[in-house]
Nanobody
Framework: QVQLVESGGGLVQAGGSLRLSCAASGTFFNINRMGWYRQAPGKEREMVAT?????ITNYVDSVKGRFTISRDKNSVFLQMNSLKPEDTAVYYC???????????????WGQGTQVTVSS
């Protein structure tokens, strides 16, 4: 069974940094695109950053120049610098994973990790 396990959230002052990690566990054939999303109270979930299996990255405009997404074989990371109070949200990782050679690719989500930025 495939699982995504996140770590690294917490409370930080504005201007500070945090690094989120997400590791895929279990047995699977291939991991394609990986990414980070966030959801603030009363708002819809939004894409923060994604990275393809070819290491092509994409960011929402509000985090460009401050956040950096990276990945290795089965993990994805989000380095968050110059954090702002408006970055406060629950952050979710996701990954498009092909469980076996015969399966279709499915999107898996982590459980979410809280990031709180105080002013």
């Amino acid at each position: 069974q495939v699982q995504l396990v996140e770590s690294g959230g917490g409370l930080v002052q504005a201007g500070g940094s945090l690094r989120l990690s997400c590791a895929a566990s279990g047995t699977f054939f291939n991991i394609n695109r990986m990414g980070w999303y966030r959801q603030a109270p009363g708002k819809e979930r939004e894409m923060v950053a994604t990275v393809t299996s070819g290491y092509i990255t994409n960011y929402v405009d509000s985090v460009k120049g401050r956040f950096t997404i990276s990945r290795d074989k089965n993990s994805v990371f989000l380095q968050m610098n110059s954090l702002k109070p408006e970055d406060t949200a629950v952050y979710y990782c996701n990954a498009d994973i092909t469980p076996t050679r015969l399966d279709r690719t499915q999107r898996y989500w982590g459980q979410g990790t809280q990031v709180t930025v105080s002013s």
